[in-house]
């Protein structure tokens, strides 16, 4: 339908107009923007549209069908959620409905950063051809930096910048992959890739860093515990769930990746559970939460890849409803480690419920909207026989409801009372977070609605007996481990510190090897240097002797001198010739 | 803002009691459960009976005790980064 506008291109005019409004105009504005993008995107039916003629290659900015329109509504619905949730931001510093303005940073930058990086994360879900996705790739890269620099301390600029050095070095890849593909297979469209031959691989390790696979996936903990309390809910929703679209669309059936998912889901746990700042925390269990999705993405059949899609659609909502209860805590306490927090119940009740709800989710508490989609995986796993990938994952549940649902919540709003004065946040935080606490208990409730916008038909039955009965067996006596470890006083409690990652390699090996390196061999370079100074010093001086103006070579001769050689020379003649 | 002298539910000792002795009747109960629902096994260990329970009890606490020890490998000072 061609009245229709690009879905992205309504977020990117959005964002050129939002500077021009005043404060009140644009909260209206800033609202009503995902709800026009929605409408907009809905009156497309399946199929690809504005095609561009580049050179000889034809570009499809908008590719529509399940998966694309899947991944559409949640961004739409994940969009409306994070801009309300940022509507109270103000540019003035004392102008805040009680938080700490220091903390949450002003207003016009980040929402049009935040309306440009939706913008981007919507290009690349419709992109139809490798080099639109390439063009959103970079913009999603490039775009949200600004809701991490917004905190305006040291440690965030150092941080946005680490993010944007992961996020340009996977689009550099990108472009490397597609370059290699075109030459393998002479064709740039978006569809099935498969790890085939050097352009397989590295498209999937662009799609990799973004996807937070082990190793690559430092960036989302080190960016997210440092970017604003509104920047880590935007974050935190859009660039790890276009990774997990891409490799759905590219990736699917592709054996590695579940052990890969298997990896993510089940190694990082431990991070989690060490974790003292809390945002960290959210996005190590992010992180576990992908691994699912990525391992459902590599078992490849229709139930898994829609166990994986709809798990994608299920945690965008609880996980951007958990960073948005800690980013309350964070606005209006000032805090967001464990060791400082504690006891907020009293002060923040309805916040102390959306996390529970949230937390409930993410543990796949039955009701909840995990236990509808979690459950497809796992079920595909084992039904493939993939048995110690479904022990990985069963432990993956079980560690992500102790670090989550327990730990975090626990230590947050009901753990000793850290005394700290505190209020509710504003309405529209609070209102943002109930539409995701809704979202969390209708899928958790009524999955048939999710299960309808899937990829293929679902024929799954989440509320059997045995399966509610085996989830509760599951968390129950996880939930009794966690009280038995904290009564015996064997559960690490939280304690000022930070713990060692992936990012030690670059933010400390590196920088040590290349400081040994220069003690090392900086002197050794500097007598290199000043050897071949004096020697050169040397021959300058001894061309110098004989060339310059009291040099032997220079010396000047007067006329007379002259013609009395002449003349005696002449004379020698002369007498020779007599002779 | 709270009242000073509210009393909350938490600061009452013997709530927090209440909710330990209803986990543990939770666990107790959904572990004698089973004997009562038929589980489809897809796996032959998912038929050990309370495999899940067991798995889950189990799990949580090595998680636990491995991240303590894990806490002498990796943990560093807050300041670790900007020495």
């Given at each position: 339908?061609?009245?229709?506008?690009?879905?992205?291109?309504?977020?990117?005019?959005?964002?050129?107009?939002?500077?021009?409004?005043?404060?009140?105009?644009?909260?209206?504005?800033?609202?009503?923007?995902?709800?026009?993008?929605?409408?907009?995107?809905?009156?497309?039916?399946?199929?690809?549209?504005?095609?561009?003629?580049?050179?000889?290659?034809?570009?499809?900015?908008?590719?529509?069908?399940?998966?694309?329109?899947?991944?559409?509504?949640?961004?739409?619905?994940?969009?409306?959620?994070?801009?309300?949730?940022?509507?109270?931001?103000?540019?003035?510093?004392?102008?805040?409905?009680?938080?700490?303005?220091?903390?949450?940073?002003?207003?016009?930058?980040?929402?049009?950063?935040?309306?440009?990086?939706?913008?981007?994360?919507?290009?690349?879900?419709?992109?139809?051809?490798?080099?639109?996705?390439?063009?959103?790739?970079?913009?999603?890269?490039?775009?949200?930096?600004?809701?991490?620099?917004?905190?305006?301390?040291?440690?965030?600029?150092?941080?946005?910048?680490?993010?944007?050095?992961?996020?340009?070095?996977?689009?550099?890849?990108?472009?490397?992959?597609?370059?290699?593909?075109?030459?393998?297979?002479?064709?740039?469209?978006?569809?099935?890739?498969?790890?085939?031959?050097?352009?397989?691989?590295?498209?999937?390790l662009?799609?990799g860093i973004?996807?937070c696979f082990p190793l690559l996936h430092n960036w989302?903990?080190?960016?997210?515990?440092?970017?604003?309390?509104?920047?880590?809910?935007?974050?935190?929703?859009?660039?790890?769930?276009?990774?997990?679209?891409?490799?759905?669309?590219?990736?699917?059936?592709?054996?590695?990746?579940?052990?890969i998912?298997?990896i993510m889901?089940?190694l990082l746990?431990?991070?989690?559970?060490?974790?003292?700042?809390?945002?960290?925390?959210?996005?190590?269990?992010?992180i576990?939460?992908?691994?699912?999705?990525?391992?459902?993405?590599?078992?490849?059949?229709?139930?898994?890849?829609?166990?994986?899609?709809?798990?994608?659609?299920?945690?965008?909502?609880?996980?951007?409803?958990?960073?948005?209860?800690?980013?309350?805590?964070?606005?209006?306490?000032?805090?967001?480690?464990?060791?400082?927090?504690?006891?907020?119940?009293?002060?923040?009740?309805?916040?102390?419920?959306?996390?529970?709800?949230?937390?409930?989710?993410?543990?796949?508490?039955?009701?909840?909207?995990?236990?509808?989609?979690?459950?497809?995986?796992?079920?595909?796993?084992?039904?493939?026989?993939?048995?110690?990938?479904?022990?990985?994952?069963?432990?993956?549940?079980?560690?992500?409801?102790?670090?989550?649902?327990?730990?975090?919540?626990?230590?947050?709003?009901?753990?000793?009372?850290?005394?700290?004065?505190?209020?509710?946040?504003?309405?529209?935080?609070?209102?943002?977070?109930?539409?995701?606490?809704?979202?969390?208990?209708?899928?958790?409730?009524?999955?048939?609605?999710?299960?309808?916008?899937?990829?293929?038909?679902?024929?799954?039955?989440?509320?059997?007996?045995?399966?509610?009965?085996?989830?509760?067996?599951?968390?129950?006596?996880?939930?009794?481990?966690?009280?038995?470890?904290?009564?015996?006083?064997?559960?690490?409690?939280?304690?000022?510190?930070?713990?060692?990652d992936a990012e030690w390699t670059y933010?400390?090996?590196?920088?040590?090897?290349?400081?040994?390196?220069?003690?090392?061999?900086?002197?050794?370079?500097?007598?290199?240097?000043?050897?071949?100074?004096?020697?050169?010093?040397?021959?300058?001086?001894?061309?110098?002797?004989?060339?310059?103006?009291?040099?032997?070579?220079?010396?000047?001769?007067?006329?007379?001198?002259?013609?009395?050689?002449?003349?005696?020379?002449?004379?020698?003649?002369?007498?020779?010739?007599?002779? | 803002?709270?009242?000073?002298?509210?009393?909350?539910?938490?600061?009452?000792?013997?709530?927090?009691?209440?909710?330990?002795?209803?986990?543990?009747?939770?666990?107790?109960?959904?572990?004698?459960?089973?004997?009562?629902?038929?589980?489809?096994?897809?796996?032959?260990?998912?038929?050990?009976?309370?495999?899940?329970?067991?798995?889950?009890?189990?799990?949580?606490?090595?998680?636990?005790?491995?991240?303590?020890?894990?806490?002498?490998?990796?943990?560093?000072?807050?300041?670790?980064?900007?020495?």
């Open positions: 339908m061609m009245s229709s506008l690009p879905p992205f291109l309504i977020f990117f005019l959005a964002a050129l107009i939002a500077p021009f409004l005043s404060p009140w105009a644009r909260k209206g504005f800033l609202l009503a923007v995902p709800i026009l993008g929605a409408v907009n995107m809905f009156s497309f039916t399946n199929g690809s549209y504005y095609s561009i003629e580049v050179f000889e290659f034809t570009l499809s900015l908008v590719r529509v069908d399940k998966l694309s329109l899947l991944f559409g509504t949640i961004f739409h619905l994940a969009a409306f959620i994070a801009i309300l949730y940022s509507l109270h931001l103000s540019d003035r510093e004392n102008d805040s409905a009680g938080g700490h303005p220091d903390i949450e940073g002003p207003a016009s930058i980040q929402h049009i950063s935040g309306l440009l990086y939706i913008g981007s994360a919507v290009g690349i879900i419709f992109a139809g051809d490798l080099i639109s996705l390439f063009i959103f790739w970079e913009l999603m890269a490039v775009t949200p930096i600004l809701l991490v620099l917004a905190r305006g301390t040291d440690s965030a600029r150092n941080a946005g910048m680490r993010y944007l050095l992961m996020q340009i070095t996977s689009g550099v890849i990108l472009l490397t992959g597609i370059i290699a593909r075109y030459h393998e297979v002479g064709s740039l469209s978006f569809d099935h890739i498969g790890l085939n031959g050097l352009s397989g691989t590295l498209i999937l662009a799609f973004k996807a989302a903990p080190d960016a997210y515990s440092e970017a604003t309390p509104t920047g880590s809910v935007f974050l935190s929703t859009f660039t790890t769930k276009t990774a997990i679209y891409v490799l759905a669309r590219s990736y699917a059936g592709t054996e590695i990746l579940i052990y998912g298997a889901a089940a746990i431990f991070h989690a559970l060490l974790s003292n700042d809390y945002r960290r925390l959210l996005a190590y269990s992010l576990n939460q992908l691994g699912i999705m990525v391992c459902g993405i590599g078992i490849g059949t229709p139930l898994a890849l829609n166990g994986a899609v709809a798990h994608a659609f299920a945690s965008t909502i609880y996980q951007g409803l958990l960073f948005m209860v800690m980013g309350s805590v964070m606005t209006m306490t000032g805090r967001v480690k464990g060791s400082e927090l504690g006891g907020l119940y009293k002060s923040m009740p309805r916040t102390a419920i959306f996390c529970l709800i949230g937390a409930a989710s993410i543990s796949s508490v039955p009701l909840f909207s995990g236990f509808a989609t979690k459950a497809m995986t796992l079920s595909a796993v084992i039904e493939q026989e993939y048995l110690y990938v479904w022990l990985a994952l069963l432990f993956a549940s079980a560690g992500v409801f102790i670090h989550t649902g327990i730990k975090l919540t626990y230590g947050t709003f009901f753990s000793h009372d850290a005394e700290i004065q505190a209020e509710e946040p504003p309405l529209n935080m609070q209102f943002a977070m109930l539409i995701a606490a809704f979202f969390c208990i209708l899928i958790g409730c009524a999955p048939g609605l999710l299960y309808g916008m899937l990829p293929f038909a679902v024929d799954y039955e989440p509320f059997t007996a045995a399966h509610v009965l085996t989830q509760y067996q599951l968390l129950l006596f996880a939930a009794l481990a966690f009280t038995l470890l904290k009564i015996s006083g064997m559960f690490p409690p939280d304690t000022p510190s930070i713990n060692l933010r400390r090996a590196l920088p040590r090897t290349v400081h040994w390196f220069i003690q090392v061999f900086g002197p050794l370079d500097r007598w290199f240097r000043n050897t071949c100074i004096r020697q050169i010093e040397r021959c300058i001086n001894i061309i110098f002797r004989h060339h310059g103006p009291e040099g032997m070579m220079a010396r000047a001769s007067s006329a007379g001198n002259m013609m009395l050689w002449v003349t005696l020379l002449l004379i020698v003649f002369l007498v020779l010739n007599y002779l | 803002m709270t009242e000073p002298e509210k009393k909350h539910l938490f600061d009452d000792q013997r709530n927090v009691k209440r909710v330990v002795l209803i986990l543990f009747v939770l666990c107790g109960l959904s572990f004698v459960a089973e004997m009562f629902v038929h589980l489809h096994p897809k796996h032959p260990w998912e038929s050990v009976f309370n495999f899940y329970s067991l798995y889950g009890l189990m799990t949580c606490i090595m998680l636990v005790l491995i991240a303590k020890m894990l806490r002498f490998f990796i943990m560093r000072r807050e300041d670790y980064y900007d020495e």
